[in-house]
């Protein structure tokens, strides 16, 4: 009998993570650059995003534009309700409340996609 080989197809090249790596790292330092580094990774994610559409890696470009996005609506709240508090006087003492949590949930976001990303899996 003739034996047939069967070959397996050829694996699809896995997506390179590294500009989703860099995109990261922007967004962990963000909060402490007073979040002007997160529109720099916007604009950089904007620019790569065609290259990893249809991939894994397309969900953490997505998980990272809703974390920037509602930060940014956090940020403008959070400025009313600081104004409000400092006219009230005492709520000065309350003001660094709102924002360490802003900050906790930023980096939160920021570093369980990390983690997913290096675990090659898709961001939620």
Do not use: C
């Not at 990261?24 to 990893?52: C, E, G, K, Q, S």
């Not at 924002?99 to 990390?114: A, D, E, M, Q, S």
Request: without cysteine; proline residues 7%.
């Amino acid at each position: 009998m003739t034996e047939i080989e069967h070959e397996a197809p050829p694996a699809a090249p896995a997506p390179e993570t590294g500009t989703t790596q860099v995109l990261y790292l922007l967004h962990a330092i963000a909060p402490f650059t007073a979040w002007l580094l997160a529109p720099v990774a916007i604009v950089i994610a904007m620019v790569t995003r065609d290259r990893v559409r249809g991939t894994w890696l397309e969900t953490h470009y997505s998980w990272l534009s809703r974390t920037f996005w509602w930060g940014l609506v956090w940020i403008v709240v959070l400025a009313v309700v600081t104004v409000i508090l400092y006219l009230t006087i005492i709520g000065i003492f309350l003001v660094w409340l709102p924002w360490t949590v802003l900050f906790v949930w930023y980096l939160y976001r920021v570093i369980r996609g990390w983690i997913l990303l290096n675990d090659r899996k898709p961001a939620p």
